[in-house]
């Protein structure tokens, strides 16, 4: 299984954890899309619940190993943001240190990514509003907090992003450097370190974020650049609702206040853009042509960034 589980098993193992009482009585749906872990949705005796087991080898094309304990870094976040933000993320349930498991309480029915809202071109503010809000509790009441891994987030964001993309684009290799030495270098706050519309569900009027395997202490301008890299994208994707996606995109800077040094932000943001066209991980839905675009605007993005969001936004207008 290298690492893994089938969906088979998981009844038994949540039986032997103490979650359920009977495997007959469950029903086990693996969850596709994530790389990082095997995911199931497993429902009965009137529970919901989600099983995460993390795996040693993200399943892209190119190789991609991270040390297993992440998973033990994304429980300690969830025990931690549960009182600080009350209702900003599912309800921890089960921590297996042995298998790098968890069990933590599934979302009700109708409950939906804000990625696949997004990318149907709904694209409520409110719900950025609020994200910027969260976020800035959380850097704002972490300076203190030590949890998570550098060298994970070095893993899994910085390879794999940045210094891929210093390897297959030479030319910028110099001011993406400049980049990943500043981000190494600030240690500041807890960081999500994947504060993305995918890892946002939404339903009922609440938020949870979620998938916090990349938790770390660092710099806070990761989160933000991390955010606005998504949105931009969208805005490429979905032309017609661009002007939606940047009201998101103000929302969210605006909730979450005074943003120091703009300009790094968003010079973060072209890193970011380059990489999800270029890099380990590239986004999915992006058309060949739509590629080239984000890959044009992220590298104007870095080599020169604007002082305001507005004029980022320009970057990316057809």
Same mark, same amino acid.
């Given at each position: 299984? @290298?690492? $893994?589980?089938?969906?088979?098993?998981?009844?038994?193992?949540?039986?032997?954890?103490?979650?359920?009482?009977?495997?007959?009585?469950?029903?086990?749906?693996?969850?596709? $899309?994530?790389?990082?872990?095997?995911?199931?949705?497993?429902?009965?005796?009137?529970?919901?619940?989600?099983?995460? +087991?993390?795996?040693? +080898?993200?399943? /892209?094309?190119?190789?991609?190993?991270?040390?297993?304990?992440?998973?033990?870094?994304?429980?300690?976040?969830?025990?931690?943001?549960?009182?600080?933000?009350? $209702?900003?993320?599912?309800?921890?349930?089960?921590?297996?240190?042995?298998?790098?498991?968890?069990?933590?309480? $599934?979302?009700?029915?109708?409950?939906?990514?804000?990625?696949?809202?997004?990318?149907?071109?709904?694209?409520? &503010?409110?719900?950025?509003? +609020?994200?910027?809000?969260?976020?800035?509790?959380?850097?704002?009441?972490?300076?203190?907090?030590?949890?998570?891994?550098?060298?994970?987030?070095?893993?899994?964001?910085?390879?794999?992003?940045?210094?891929?993309?210093?390897?297959?684009?030479?030319?910028?290799?110099?001011?993406?450097?400049?980049?990943?030495?500043?981000?190494?270098?600030?240690?500041?706050?807890?960081?999500?370190?994947?504060?993305?519309?995918?890892?946002?569900? /939404?339903?009922?009027?609440?938020?949870?974020?979620?998938?916090?395997?990349?938790?770390?202490?660092?710099?806070? &301008?990761?989160?933000?650049?991390?955010?606005? @890299?998504?949105?931009?994208?969208?805005?490429?994707?979905?032309?017609?609702?661009?002007?939606?996606?940047?009201?998101?995109?103000? &929302?969210? &800077?605006?909730?979450?206040?005074?943003?120091?040094?703009?300009?790094?932000?968003?010079?973060?943001?072209?890193?970011?853009? /380059?990489?999800?066209?270029?890099?380990?991980?590239?986004?999915?839905?992006?058309?060949?042509?739509?590629?080239?675009?984000?890959?044009?605007?992220?590298?104007?993005?870095?080599?020169?960034?604007?002082?305001?969001?507005?004029?980022?936004?320009?970057?990316?207008? /057809?």
């Amino acid at each position: 299984m @290298n690492g $893994g589980i089938a969906a088979a098993e998981v009844g038994d193992y949540l039986v032997r954890r103490g979650i359920f009482r009977h495997s007959q009585d469950v029903e086990v749906a693996e969850l596709t $899309g994530g790389v990082s872990c095997a995911v199931f949705a497993v429902s009965g005796e009137g529970k919901r619940v989600v099983l995460k +087991r993390a795996l040693p +080898r993200f399943r /892209v094309a190119d190789e991609w190993l991270v040390p297993r304990e992440r998973a033990l870094y994304e429980a300690r976040a969830l025990e931690l943001m549960a009182p600080l933000v009350p $209702g900003s993320v599912p309800e921890l349930l089960d921590v297996d240190p042995e298998t790098f498991t968890l069990v933590i309480e $599934g979302a009700p029915d109708g409950w939906r990514s804000w990625k696949s809202l997004l990318l149907e071109g709904a694209a409520d &503010a409110a719900i950025a509003e +609020r994200l910027g809000g969260l976020l800035s509790v959380l850097h704002t009441s972490t300076t203190d907090v030590d949890l998570g891994s550098a060298a994970s987030f070095d893993a899994q964001r910085i390879d794999p992003y940045l210094r891929t993309i210093q390897r297959r684009h030479p030319a910028l290799s110099d001011r993406i450097g400049e980049y990943i030495d500043r981000l190494l270098a600030t240690d500041v706050c807890i960081v999500h370190g994947d504060f993305s519309p995918k890892n946002v569900l /939404v339903g009922d009027g609440h938020v949870w974020v979620i998938d916090w395997e990349i938790v770390h202490r660092g710099d806070p &301008a990761f989160d933000l650049a991390f955010m606005l @890299n998504h949105l931009l994208l969208k805005a490429i994707h979905r032309p017609g609702a661009r002007d939606r996606y940047e009201q998101c995109g103000g &929302a969210f &800077a605006e909730a979450y206040g005074p943003i120091a040094d703009l300009p790094y932000v968003l010079g973060l943001v072209g890193c970011l853009m /380059v990489a999800r066209v270029d890099g380990k991980s590239p986004a999915e839905y992006l058309t060949p042509t739509e590629r080239d675009r984000a890959r044009e605007a992220g590298i104007a993005l870095l080599r020169d960034p604007p002082g305001s969001l507005p004029d980022a936004w320009e970057q990316v207008s /057809v």
